[in-house]
């Protein structure tokens, strides 16, 4: 059985939440963790993946990294 390889970050790519994302910023519960929240508010679908990644509290470390390919994978 293969992994699933990573999602590449290209820092000039530009995220748009999709609906689950929503769902997940709006609704009334979420199953998400704080990062992985704090991420998705920063996504407004102008900035830029580095930009989003810089503006996460604490700057650009590997958990966010980590915590980005997670939330593109899940939708």
């Keep these: 059985m293969n992994p699933i390889p990573p999602v590449p970050l290209i820092e000039g790519d530009i995220f748009v939440l999709t609906d689950q994302g929503k769902k997940e910023l709006h609704g009334a519960s979420t199953k998400l963790s704080r990062q992985a929240l704090e991420l998705l508010i920063l996504i407004d679908g102008y900035a830029t993946v580095g930009?989003?990644?810089?503006?996460?509290?604490?700057?650009?470390?590997?958990?966010?990294?980590?915590?980005?390919?997670?939330?593109?994978?899940?939708?």
Excluded at 52 to 75: E, F, I, N
């Design 51 to 75: 930009q989003v990644l810089h503006r996460a509290a604490g700057g650009p470390g590997t958990w966010r990294r980590r915590c980005c390919r997670r939330c593109c994978r899940s939708g």
